[in-house]
């Protein structure tokens, strides 16, 4: 019988609260930054070098460009809406909040109610994770597309003792065209969606996953090869839809 092993996805650090005249700090003081000081980027400030870049460019080509948010097509946040979520210490429930999560940015912006007007984001750590829209954030070690470390937040799909799948939203900047005749058409500057997979092995950081069936097959174990082969002839799963990855390695984590 295969050897397994609980394992935890994300190896949490040990990281003191702290005592303020024998006080303790509170985790709404240590999980969130300081208010954002251009309110009109959202809660975004790199959004404005993004602009900034922006004009530098297309001054050089002899335009000039006053980009606004309204001058660019679709949105940053995976879901614009602050919705009642709930924030973790260490895998333990302890405040309901408002958030939302900006794919462009990588952060969980967050309000302690719908009329404040004040937004602000959860510090970057992997002891902290939110969960919202029916989705889990967890700030973890990943390997990307090219092989470099990354930090940052993957969302799981499947848990497993052997095998968790995990998905990265982000929001990709695309920059405009603008027609050079009659016949061509004109495209705005827009944010487009990028989904990227992620596995982790028995505990081991995630690594990024090439939606193509060769690249998932060389994911598993030789010992569970042949299992999964015969579940890819009989079953013929799409590699590119959730669903079917979603079965596909609940499957993995039965054998």
């Not at 919705?83 to 302690?112: I, S």
């Not at 505990?203 to 999964?228: W, Y």
């Not at 890819?232 to 799409?238: I, L, Q, S, Y």
Request: proline share 4%.
């Amino acid at each position: 019988m295969k050897r397994r092993h609980i394992i935890s996805i994300f190896m949490v650090l040990g990281m003191s609260l702290g005592l303020a005249q024998n006080k303790i700090i509170q985790p709404w003081n240590v999980i969130l930054t300081p208010p954002n000081r251009e309110q009109a980027w959202g809660n975004n400030p790199s959004l404005e070098n993004l602009y900034n870049d922006m004009r530098v460019k297309f001054g050089r080509l002899g335009e000039e460009v006053n980009l606004t948010l309204e001058d660019i097509d679709g949105t940053i946040y995976l879901n614009e809406n602050f919705t009642l979520g709930t924030l973790y210490d260490e895998g333990v429930a302890f405040k309901k909040l408002y958030m939302r999560y900006d794919a462009y940015n990588d952060e969980v912006e967050l309000k302690e109610n719908l009329g404040s007007d004040v937004v602000r984001s959860m510090v970057k750590h992997p002891m902290y994770s939110c969960a919202v829209n029916g989705n889990e954030y967890y700030y973890s070690v990943y390997i990307d597309e090219d092989g470099v470390s990354q930090k940052g937040y993957l969302t799981p799909i499947v848990k497993g003792e052997e095998y968790t799948l995990l998905v990265k939203h982000r929001k990709v900047f695309k920059e405009g065209k603008a027609a050079r005749n009659s016949l061509e058409k004109s495209f705005p500057h827009r944010f487009l969606d990028k989904t990227e997979y992620y596995v982790s092995v028995m505990g081991e950081p995630a690594v990024f996953m090439k939606t193509k069936k060769a690249e998932v097959l060389s994911l598993f174990s030789e010992e569970d090869q042949k299992a999964i082969k015969d579940y890819f002839k009989d079953r013929r799963p799409n590699v590119n839809d959730d669903h079917d990855l979603l079965n596909l390695f609940t499957y993995a984590n039965t054998l």
